[in-house]
């Protein structure tokens, strides 16, 4: 007597067996029981209050979520920047090859079979027993590149429960905008390992549950990701045990203890060292290649380790705050290029005398620079505080009400949509002390690995006046001059006449700035106005002939205020003046930063300048000096156009 056998399973569903929790309804493999009819299914109006309540909350976050967007957007250029960045080319797969057969349609079953087919939360949590699993599944799930945020949290603890709230938000909010958080908690040192490892377990069971309640796909603790490795330092045990939440929406909360063989036991760690060891592993720097593998091939699967994730931010969420200035107005720094200031700034912590300044401070700024040091120079990273974070006003202790005013941005949102800080470091001093909202507007300050910054001559050993002799020449050595047209050329959009602008300010050099890999730079030259003679030192003007930043730099990474601030800070602190179209969009940039424009009559330029006292009522003869040479200036374009530039 013959059978009818049952469709085969395809090879992944024979593969992999689902244990749940829930019984099964009978023994066969029949499809549980159809729910009744809707006709007959009883609703008490208890159920459908709790389904109108949690529509509303949802609809209350979505509302609270794109204001907060909305408010944290800062141009146009910045949202396609944003999109630019998150864009990653799919990764060829590699491996056995995999049948391309497009897989069948999914059709509705002949039976309302409830919710076999769907994904709950038990079902995920459930232990999965599969086989081929590498072979098949992960290639599929690590085609895209993950982006990161490495999330230093400290004091939950002691966190009031609306601060902790606001925080969860922002992380779901970074989640949905495709930066997948993963957070390190940090608690102050108090008791024996024991109570210090149990207080970190209750403020992560604090943090997961604050984030379910805000997040759809919720948060993971995870309290036995490190072990000690042969460096006597604290690396991941297991890469997967983090890289899965992450792929999965989830967002890992991570206890900073790690595993002793010596002495066989778990034991707390510093969660700067944890932060640093879930850098290297994501970064991909672990990676070890097995025995048989060839040089190529090894460097084939670091290559596609190193591209399934991209780490983006490092933040630092502490109640210390921005790194504190001595200098500034508001005193604190809102930007800082480690690469040039890292050492001046530590020295300038570890000097100082204000009672705001505190260990903690030097701290946090080492850790950004031991981490942004193991990724690439497009990472960058921001310290800011529980309240900013939250994006919760601090409650003054001498006030009767807890009432504020909400903050108009929240920095992490900020940053993750323009990777630049809250305001813009290259702003004059005089206009942040003017304008207290601005300057009052955030207790964060914004981080990059930063560049190298050349300037020529270097005004430490030589001043820049108009007195010095010799003259800097484009033609020196130590400029490279085609790199250098290629910067200008990039950014102006147009052919520079090399010969013909040689020729013109090649024996007027007052100096060269070149930030990075010629990634943005500066020529300022001293120009005679007419009539005057060049050897009037007295009448020459300081004068900014190109401001050059390339497109790909343009509008994120702080190029433009680095350039601008060794301009008007170490090379010309006593003032420099420029033109511009009139029409040109960069003038707001231009604005903001001088201290006075003049629009030139009858022709298509604006004056700007930093130069203090220049026009005090009525026009000094200083003035009229950089007027006539704005008005002089010859622009040597290769393209020929009439049109000023």
């Not at 399973?9 to 024979?14: A, G, I, M, T, W």
């Not at 909400?406 to 206009?431: C, E, F, M, V």
């Not at 090399?498 to 001293?526: F, P, Q």
């Amino acid at each position: 007597m013959s059978r009818t056998r049952p469709n085969p399973l395809p090879r992944r569903l024979r593969s992999t067996r689902f244990y749940s929790a829930q019984a099964s309804p009978n023994s066969n493999n029949s499809p549980p029981p159809p729910p009744p009819p809707l006709g007959d299914e009883i609703v008490t109006e208890h159920d459908k209050s709790k389904n109108l309540a949690r529509w509303g909350n949802r609809q209350l976050a979505n509302k609270e979520f794109f204001t907060s967007l909305l408010s944290s957007a800062a141009t146009k250029r910045d949202a396609k920047a944003y999109i630019t960045r998150l864009q990653s080319p799919r990764k060829t797969l590699a491996g056995p090859k995999i049948s391309r057969q497009p897989a069948p349609a999914k059709r509705d079953p002949a039976v309302n079979v409830g919710n076999l087919f769907g994904r709950n939360r038990a079902v995920e949590e459930s232990p999965v027993f599969s086989q081929f699993e590498d072979d098949l599944l992960q290639p599929l799930e690590e085609q895209e590149t993950l982006h990161v945020a490495i999330i230093k949290l400290s004091g939950v603890r002691s966190m009031a429960d609306d601060i902790l709230w606001g925080i969860s938000r922002t992380l779901a909010s970074l989640a949905r905008l495709s930066m997948a958080p993963c957070v390190v908690l940090e608690e102050s040192g108090a008791g024996d390992e024991q109570a210090r490892r149990e207080e970190l377990v209750r403020s992560a069971d604090r943090l997961v549950n604050a984030l379910d309640q805000v997040s759809d796909a919720g948060a993971r603790r995870l309290d036995h990701l490190f072990s000690y490795g042969l460096n006597g330092r604290p690396e991941v045990f297991l890469r997967k045990l983090l890289t899965r939440p992450l792929r999965r929406g989830r967002i890992p909360v991570v206890l900073p203890t790690a595993y002793s063989e010596v002495r066989q036991q778990v034991v707390p760690i510093s969660a700067d060292e944890a932060l640093l060891a879930i850098t290297g592993e994501l970064a991909g720097l672990n990676f070890t290649p097995g025995i048989d593998d060839s040089p190529e091939a090894a460097s084939q699967k670091a290559d596609a380790i190193r591209k399934q994730i991209s780490v983006d931010r490092i933040i630092v969420v502490d109640e210390s705050g921005s790194i504190p200035s001595t200098k500034t107005p508001d005193r604190k720094h809102v930007f800082i290029n480690l690469y040039q200031e890292y050492s001046s700034l530590q020295e300038e912590l570890r000097s100082s005398t204000d009672g705001g300044v505190s260990k903690k401070h030097a701290s946090n700024l080492k850790i950004f620079r031991d981490a942004l040091g193991l990724l690439p120079h497009t990472s960058s990273g921001l310290l800011t505080t529980p309240w900013e974070a939250a994006n919760t006003p601090r409650a003054d202790d001498n006030t009767a009400s807890n009432v504020g005013t909400r903050r108009q941005k929240n920095p992490l949102i900020h940053n993750l949509l323009t990777d630049k800080p809250a305001y813009s470091s290259s702003l004059p001093s005089g206009r942040l002390a003017n304008d207290n909202h601005t300057a009052s507007s955030t207790t964060s300050t914004f981080i990059k690995r930063g560049m190298p910054l050349i300037i020529l001559p270097n005004p430490a050993a030589q001043v820049w006046t108009a007195a010095s002799k010799p003259r800097l020449k484009l033609t020196d050595p130590r400029i490279d001059l085609e790199r250098l047209t290629y910067l200008i050329d990039d950014s102006f959009n147009r052919k520079l006449d090399v010969e013909a602008y040689l020729k013109r300010v090649n024996d007027r050099i007052a100096g060269v700035i070149i930030a990075g890999d010629y990634e943005g730079g500066a020529i300022l030259t001293w120009e005679t106005p007419p009539g005057a003679s060049d050897d009037d030192a007295s009448r020459l003007v300081p004068y900014l002939d190109k401001f050059a930043v390339l497109k790909k730099s343009q509008g994120a990474g702080g190029v433009a205020d680095i350039v601008f601030n060794a301009m008007v800070r170490t090379c010309f602190p006593n003032g420099v003046c420029w033109r511009s179209r009139k029409d040109n969009p960069v003038n707001k940039w231009y604005f903001e930063r001088s201290r006075g424009t003049w629009k030139i009559p009858e022709t298509n330029w604006t004056m700007f300048w930093t130069t203090p006292g220049l026009m005090t009522g009525q026009k000094s003869q200083a003035f009229l000096d950089y007027e006539a040479v704005c008005r002089s200036v010859q622009p040597t374009w290769a393209d020929g156009k009439k049109v000023v530039d």
